[in-house]
């Protein structure tokens, strides 16, 4: 069982948007403005699209945003694209001996 | 340009040990902690533990100490990972992962390895 909790999949159709939510506790989520968000397709390593919550790196579309309420933090995909069908993960960073723990990801599926 | 380039894969018998590299390029290998990170074949991300390149001090998820050790060769920009004792459900491909954070930890992996796989079969 994955220590931060995402929803096994969600859908959309292009041009919509979709949210991907990630629980996790006062301990790691709701403690740390550390919560990141990868994405993976397919035979490919994970690539960064937020960190510290809400912020992008260079070269990420602006169609992709971050946010944390309490303990549960938020992916949100805008004006949804064929190239945005993957896996998305969540992590944050853990106040535990772990240091840091992923959500145990979210398939995205673009109707 | 940044970049990590990961050691080619394995097969190995159970009990056996593996060892993984992660050669950096394109910026001061020092400046930024390491990452490695598993996932099992249709599984999730696995965080593995982290190695400090600049001090080799390292922590290590509970899960697997005593079975991994981080190392790095600061001389050839290149972190190691090896994990001992291994089962076949440590088949998986293994990354390397730099942290955002300019001189410490944060969490977050900005720039990761290809990956390398694991398979480990009798």
């Known amino acids: 069982q994955s220590a931060l909790t995402q929803p096994a999949s969600v859908s959309g159709s292009p041009g919509q948007s979709i949210t991907i939510s990630c629980t996790g506790t006062?301990?790691?989520?709701?403690?740390?403005?550390?919560v990141s968000w990868y994405q993976q397709h397919p035979g490919k390593a994970p690539k960064l699209m937020i960190y510290?919550?809400?912020n992008r790196p260079s070269g990420v579309s602006n169609r992709f945003s971050g946010s944390k309420s309490g303990n549960t933090a938020s992916l949100t995909i805008s004006g949804l694209q064929a190239e945005d069908e993957a896996d998305y993960y969540c992590?944050?960073?853990?106040?535990?001996?772990?240091?840091?723990?992923f959500g145990g990801g979210t398939k995205l599926t673009v109707l | 340009q940044v970049q990590l380039v990961q050691s080619g894969a394995e097969v190995k018998k159970p009990g056996a040990s593996v060892k993984v590299s992660c050669k950096a390029s394109?910026?001061?290998?020092?400046?930024?902690?390491m990452h490695w990170v598993r996932q099992a074949p249709g599984q999730g991300l696995e965080w593995m533990g982290w190695?400090?390149?600049?001090?080799?001090?390292?922590n290590y998820a509970q899960k697997f100490q005593g079975r991994v050790t981080m190392t790095r060769d600061t001389s050839i920009s290149t972190a190691y990972m090896e994990l001992s004792r291994l089962r076949s459900d440590d088949t998986a491909v293994y990354y390397c992962?730099?942290?955002?954070?300019?001189?410490?930890?944060?969490?977050?992996?900005?720039?990761w390895g290809q990956g390398t796989t694991v398979t480990v079969s009798s």
């Open positions: 992590s944050s960073y853990t106040s535990s001996s772990t240091y840091v723990v």
């Open positions: 394109g910026y001061t290998f020092t400046g930024y902690y």
């Open positions: 190695i400090n390149p600049n001090s080799g001090g390292t």
């Open positions: 006062s301990s790691d989520v709701g403690g740390y403005n550390y």
């Open positions: 510290e919550v809400s």
């Open positions: 992962a730099r942290d955002v954070g300019v001189g410490f930890l944060e969490g977050s992996m900005d720039v």
